[in-house]
């Protein structure tokens, strides 16, 4: 089984994203069930607006596309800025939207079957309205959400220390991406013995 953790942060490599260190507690916990992750940063990466899958010319979306295929669990990883998931997030799930209209050779949606969550931090609140429009969009997409896909942190109202700056909350963040990785495991494990067949409608 493979995982892949899809970054959003605004921030090209190498500088360090507050929301990757969480989300790496969550990827440790796959691993230790067997579970091989992948990590890809979308800032580093030439990821045009658009609604296809390739837009030709030197558009580096089509490599991601590829590992969403071929991955049975995905984890969205967003910051929150201005209460909401970052723009490369939306720019993100603007581009899987063609994943609405392919189809596997049996008629199956390409996302059927397959299981996402997501990862937030910010110093500030709406890390549920962030969480809340990822899974929303990937459940259009076709995904399947399990119930308590998700983690987050914040620091509270108001300006304040970052993620890596504090242990304030870890103890709660940490536990509940462990829970997280937990819920992908069990329901991707149950898709691949018992998948949705393809639609006959």
């Given at each position: 089984?493979?995982?892949?953790?899809?970054?959003?942060?605004?921030?090209?490599?190498?500088?360090?994203?507050?929301?990757?260190?969480?989300a790496?507690v969550?990827?440790?916990?796959?691993?230790?069930?067997?579970?091989?992750?992948?990590?890809?940063?979308?800032?580093?990466?030439?990821?045009?607006?658009?609604?296809?899958?390739?837009?030709?010319?030197?558009?580096?979306?089509?490599?991601?596309?590829e590992?969403?295929?071929?991955?049975?669990?995905?984890?969205?990883?967003?910051?929150?800025?201005?209460?909401?998931?970052?723009?490369?997030?939306?720019?993100?799930?603007e581009?899987m939207?063609?994943?609405l209209?392919?189809?596997?050779?049996d008629?199956?949606?390409?996302?059927y079957?397959?299981?996402?969550?997501?990862?937030?931090?910010?110093n500030?609140?709406?890390?549920?309205?962030?969480?809340?429009?990822?899974?929303?969009?990937?459940?259009?997409?076709?995904y399947t959400?399990?119930g308590?896909?998700w983690?987050?942190?914040n620091q509270g109202p108001?300006?304040?220390?970052?993620?890596?700056?504090?242990?304030h909350?870890?103890e709660?963040?940490?536990?509940?991406?462990r829970?997280?990785?937990?819920?992908?495991h069990?329901?991707?494990?149950?898709?691949a013995?018992?998948?949705?067949?393809?639609?006959?409608?």
């Amino acid at each position: 089984m493979k995982a892949l953790f899809l970054s959003c942060t605004l921030k090209p490599s190498p500088e360090p994203s507050n929301t990757e260190a969480l989300a790496r507690v969550v990827a440790a916990d796959l691993e230790d069930r067997g579970v091989a992750v992948e990590h890809v940063r979308l800032a580093d990466l030439n990821v045009p607006p658009g609604v296809v899958t390739d837009l030709g010319g030197d558009d580096e979306w089509p490599g991601v596309h590829e590992r969403l295929l071929d991955a049975q669990i995905l984890v969205v990883v967003s910051p929150t800025w201005l209460g909401r998931p970052s723009s490369i997030a939306q720019r993100m799930l603007e581009r899987m939207d063609a994943m609405l209209t392919e189809k596997r050779s049996d008629g199956t949606p390409v996302a059927y079957n397959r299981v996402a969550g997501v990862v937030v931090t910010g110093n500030e609140d709406g890390a549920h309205h962030v969480i809340s429009e990822i899974n929303g969009a990937l459940a259009d997409i076709g995904y399947t959400i399990p119930g308590q896909a998700w983690t987050y942190w914040n620091q509270g109202p108001g300006p304040g220390a970052e993620y890596p700056q504090t242990e304030h909350g870890h103890e709660w963040s940490h536990g509940t991406g462990r829970l997280m990785a937990h819920n992908l495991h069990a329901v991707a494990s149950a898709l691949a013995a018992h998948p949705v067949p393809a639609p006959t409608v």
